[in-house]
């Protein structure tokens, strides 16, 4: 009954590869986002996405590649992984107004060698 | 284990003691604040918020302060226990747009 999940939680490629990682949400919330998280532990947006639509893009390279097939998922696609891409991943609903609340999964280490 | 993040300001507290974990804030149109708090290999999680309408709000243990003439917030913890270790984040709502603060790690102290 988890509330965010996200898949895989450990993910080590090497660099130039593609990999996706997946992330779904049980609570009926409309907005599902993506953020990189560094190892100083600094959390940016990446992506959000509204009901399976794009609502924001931050500046972030055409490798990667958001996917919303229905509003409980949201996947995230990565193409040609650079060594910078190395962090820690999180997938993250929010319920609508007037709260904004974030649910976050339990994130997903990316390693790129 | 985890890579520490060596340029997270840390505050170290005694167990039992109060903690006080500050924030400055960016916008001062941001209308509604948000403290979360991460553990070690998990995600963050939701704490506790407030409107820029209050200037305080309680919960069970945590108080959130705001002040918007310093575009200040702060989250006081009461009798801080061993599980309250973590990274805590502020989150400020502008533009439609929630961002992240860099993060406090609480480590406390038997």
């Known amino acids: ?113 | 284990g985890e890579s520490v993040g060596l340029h997270l300001p840390t505050l170290s507290v005694q167990e039992g003691d109060n903690s006080i974990i500050n924030c400055a804030y960016s916008n001062s149109a941001s209308d509604y604040f948000i403290w979360y708090k991460q553990e070690s290999g998990k995600g963050p999680q939701f704490i506790i918020d407030i409107r820029s309408n209050m200037d305080k709000r309680q919960g069970q243990r945590v108080t959130v302060l705001l002040n918007k003439t310093v575009k200040h917030l702060s989250l006081q913890i009461a009798a801080t226990q061993p599980g309250d270790s973590a990274v805590y984040f502020c989150a400020e709502r502008s533009a439609s747009k929630i961002i992240f603060g860099s993060g406090t790690r609480l480590s406390i102290r038997p």
């Open chain 1, 1 to 113: 009954d988890t509330a965010v999940s996200q898949t895989p939680k450990y993910l080590v490629t090497q660099m130039g590869n593609d990999k996706s990682i997946k992330c779904e949400q049980n609570l009926g919330h409309d907005t599902m986002y993506w953020y990189k998280q560094d190892s100083k532990k600094f959390l940016k947006i990446m992506f959000s996405y509204n009901n399976k639509e794009l609502i924001i893009n931050e500046t972030v390279p055409n490798r990667f590649s958001p996917k919303s097939p229905d509003k409980a998922h949201l996947n995230l696609h990565i193409n040609s992984l650079e060594l910078g891409d190395s962090a820690v991943y999180f997938c993250a609903s929010k319920a609508g107004v007037p709260t904004d609340t974030q649910y976050f999964g339990p994130g997903t280490r990316l390693t790129v060698l």
